[in-house]
């Protein structure tokens, strides 16, 4: 991954400016660097490129045992009655020790 390393060293001093010298609220901080990243990035997008991203694998596995069209097994498909048996037993659990605890 190669990035632009000054632009980005710029964003991140005027914000450790803006907090420790200004004393800005941090969400303001992180809200303007943000757009300021995004606005930046429309106008002059070479300063955000990178040339990171997946290359193509030249390896064939063969077909997955597991895909898109295999079924799900039973023991993993959604049963609102095993739902409602696992919160009892949590609440329970959590419960429990809660009722002894002193007044």
């Given at each position: 991954?190669q990035?632009?390393y000054k ?7 005027i914000a450790?400016f ?13 809200l ?5 990243g995004?606005?930046t ?7 955000f490129s990178s ?7 030249q ?5 997955a045992l597991i895909d ?5 097994p039973d ?23 809660v009722?002894g605890l002193?007044?």
């Amino acid at each position: 991954m190669q990035y632009n390393y000054k632009s980005l060293w710029l964003i991140a001093a005027i914000a450790f400016f803006a907090i420790f010298v200004l004393n800005l609220p941090f969400p303001l901080i992180v809200l303007t660097a943000g757009l300021t990243g995004y606005f930046t990035s429309k106008k002059y997008p070479e300063l955000f490129s990178s040339n990171a991203g997946h290359k193509k694998s030249q390896k064939d596995y063969g077909i997955a045992l597991i895909d898109d069209d295999t079924l799900t097994p039973d023991h993993a498909k959604f049963r609102g009655l095993h739902l409602v048996k696992i919160l009892i037993i949590a609440a329970l659990l959590w419960f429990i020790p809660v009722l002894g605890l002193d007044r």
